[in-house]
């Protein structure tokens, strides 16, 4: 599990709130809510400054 969580590679944890203990201090946090059968809302938290500097690079749709 710390392979997954702790490379430098991207892990998707579905129901994280589940397991907050064990995911790293810095982390991207996605909140997605449903707002109808076709519509979504995205939210995305950035923990740490790894995350805060990749959100900074995204470009509004």
Known sequence: ???YLYGK???VVEWAEKGLSVLPTEHL???IDYLS???R???LEPRGKRYLELLTQLKPL
Request: contains cysteine; proline residues 0%.
């Open 9 to 11: 590679g991207v892990c």
């Open 41 to 43: 809302s995205f939210r």
């Open 1 to 3: 599990m710390d392979d």
């Open 37 to 39: 059968d076709t519509e």
């Open 29 to 31: 946090l996605i909140q």
